[in-house]
């Protein structure tokens, strides 16, 4: 979304200020970074800090002017130095991620076997990619394809330090669901999703199905409800 989008989202939630920045090529092998910190209502900016990149270094100079807006914003040094690193959690290989996009991309529209090939790319610049693995996974499950599905969710869910807490519980309960036909271990996982993020419109409607399915009729229509009403603005 658009920086002024995002304030709007913002003030509509009560959040005070908003994160905006730009990536720009320069040169054949260089970037310029920008990271502006906003007041959600005002506008007004309330950080800002530019860096240089290169695309070998791209990922971990954008996390190192991100702790510097932090420690503008008052975080301590301390709470900081001890979050994990983006390209841990994501992949430290920029050429890698851009493979992810496409694929993620492919997999909005329905174009799966594309998705796929893109995915498997990904996984050869960056065997540890559990992100790219479990996508892989989740398309081969709407392919039906479940001993391929299984797999590819095994291998991501067996890199748990690559996955944040909510992407593990969220695959997991997936996994329990279409792979081992388990509801209420697919309950469980979501359980834990939801109280990890909060507002998830897929993860309430996800979860609703489950407890439907489980005969868990007025709890079903509960997250349904609040799944309506997470994506009403």
Do not use: C, H
């Amino acid at each position: 979304v658009t920086l002024d989008v995002g304030r709007d989202l913002a003030v509509r939630s009560a959040v005070r200020t908003v994160l905006g920045g730009t990536i720009q090529r320069r040169g054949a092998d260089g970037y310029s970074i920008l990271l502006t910190v906003v007041d959600a209502e005002t506008g007004a900016d309330v950080i800002t800090v530019t860096g240089t990149a290169a695309d070998s270094n791209l990922v971990s100079a954008v996390q190192a002017l991100a702790r510097r807006v932090r420690r503008g914003l008052g975080e301590q040094r301390k709470a900081i130095e001890a979050d994990r690193p983006l390209f841990e959690v994501t992949t430290p290989s920029l050429e890698a991620y851009r493979k992810y996009v496409v694929g993620i991309q492919l997999s909005t529209a329905s174009r799966l076997p594309a998705s796929n090939q893109a995915l498997r790319e990904a996984i050869a610049l960056d065997t540890g990619f559990a992100a790219a693995y479990a996508a892989l996974g989740m398309n081969y499950i709407s392919m039906r394809s479940l001993d391929s599905a299984a797999v590819a969710l095994r291998a991501a869910l067996g890199r748990p330090g690559r996955l944040s807490d909510a992407e593990r519980y969220r695959l997991a309960g997936d996994a329990a669901y279409a792979l081992d036909g388990d509801l209420t271990a697919a309950v469980r996982e979501y359980d834990l999703f939801l109280a990890a993020v909060g507002r998830s419109m897929g993860g309430r409607n996800n979860r609703g199905l489950f407890l439907s399915s489980l005969g868990r009729y007025e709890d079903a229509l509960d997250d349904f409800s609040q799944a309506v009403a997470d994506n009403t603005f």
